[in-house]
């Protein structure tokens, strides 16, 4: 099982940018795929970006492509920097840990099998 912790969440102005931290634990954080999530309230859980541990290769969704970048170090974090923040999106993030390394599979929240507790974050119009 691996554990995780989102950091770096916040209030931040349209046009804004933040920097998500997902520390992981244990050290074989090497072979997981890692992906984000958001949900806003009363809204369904979406994905936000996926990184493969195979090739390190990423998948984004629509709404954030040339925006946020997911990426990970080489001990046990993965990030997530949004730039160009819109109120849109306002909502608690999740990383979350899979085996899988499938970039067809990486945008669905049943492939992953732990979750952090989250972070919000809020862009102000």
């Known amino acids: 099982q691996v554990q995780l912790r989102e950091s770096g969440g916040g209030l931040v102005q349209a046009g804004g940018s933040l920097r998500l931290s997902c520390a992981a634990s244990?050290?074989?954080?090497?072979?997981?795929?890692m992906g984000w999530f958001r949900q806003a309230p009363g809204k369904e859980q979406l994905f936000v970006a996926a990184?493969?541990?195979?090739?390190?290769?990423t998948t984004y969704a629509d709404s954030v492509k040339g925006r946020f970048t997911i990426s990970r170090d080489n001990k046990n974090t993965t990030y997530l920097q949004m730039n160009s923040l819109k109120p849109e999106d306002t909502a608690v993030y999740y990383c979350?840990?899979?085996?899988?390394?499938?970039?067809?599979?990486?945008?669905?929240?049943?492939?992953?099998?732990?979750w952090g507790q989250g972070t919000q974050v809020t862009v102000s119009s």
């Open positions: 979350a840990s899979t085996f899988d390394a499938s970039l067809e599979s990486l945008y669905l929240p049943s492939t992953y099998h732990d």
């Open positions: 244990p050290s074989t954080f090497s072979s997981y795929s």
């Open positions: 990184i493969s541990w195979s090739d390190g290769s």
